[in-house]
């Protein structure tokens, strides 16, 4: 059973930092891509940042770049996303995502991923 469980959501002021951790069990984590998404109320989900099953690459919306840093840790099953210089518009429910490798990625695509978390909440106040 695949299962992928978020942690290190809460609150912050703006300006302030998060790191939010996600684990994976019951797969072969280290040959998936991975994927954070955030959804806020009466909003569509939308893709913060991805990267390939061996972290060589990643991609981020232009909404986070330079402030986010996604990085994983296949020995421990372990996805992370560094939030820096938050701002309240980042607020929202966050989750983990894991897709199985194929051609044509497109790492923005909710319907690409497999596997979803259940979310972790991330509130920021300015």
């Known amino acids: 059973q695949v299962r992928l469980v978020e942690s290190g959501g809460g609150s912050a002021q703006a300006g302030g930092s998060l790191r939010l951790s996600c684990a994976a069990s019951?797969?072969?984590?280290?040959?998936?891509?991975a994927a954070w998404f955030r959804q806020a109320p009466g909003k569509e989900r939308e893709g913060v940042a991805a990267?390939?099953?061996?972290?060589?690459?990643?991609y981020y919306a232009d909404s986070v770049k330079s402030r986010f840093t996604i990085s994983r840790d296949n020995g421990k099953g372990t996805l992370y996303l560094q939030m820096s210089s938050l701002k309240p518009e980042d607020t929202a429910m966050y989750y983990c995502?894991?897709?199985?490798?194929?051609?044509?990625?497109?790492?923005?695509?909710?319907?690409?991923?497999?596997?979803y978390g259940q979310g972790t909440q991330v509130t920021v106040t300015s």
């Open positions: 995502a894991a897709a199985r490798p194929r051609p044509g990625w497109s790492w923005t695509n909710p319907a690409e991923y497999n596997y």
């Open positions: 019951g797969y072969n984590y280290w040959s998936y891509r």
């Open positions: 990267i390939d099953s061996g972290g060589g690459n990643t």
